[in-house]
């Protein structure tokens, strides 16, 4: 049976992990710009550690709920 509130959670989850991949590639011409040679702005650092935390979080809760998706299909039914 269709579960309506298993497919919101789905859509929620996935648009979760893509705004938070999109907030990564924001910072990408941070990331690009830095110098090789010099030190990394404690700012910078706080950032990217903020997003891509963010970012594996949702991640893993869509994956998460992907999984247990797949678990209950494959589950028999009594």
Do not use: F, Y
């Not at 990408?28 to 710009?33: C, L, M, T």
């Not at 869509?62 to 209950?72: F, H």
């Amino acid at each position: 049976m269709n579960d309506p509130n298993e497919i919101r959670a789905l859509k929620a989850s996935l648009r979760g992990a893509i705004d938070t991949a999109d907030a990564l590639t924001a910072l990408q011409a941070k990331v690009d710009a830095l110098d090789e040679r010099g030190d990394i702005a404690a700012d910078v650092l706080e950032e990217l550690a903020r997003v891509s935390a963010a970012h594996a979080i949702a991640s893993t809760a869509l994956r998460g709920l992907i999984n247990t998706m797949l678990t209950r299909r494959s589950a028999p039914t009594t």
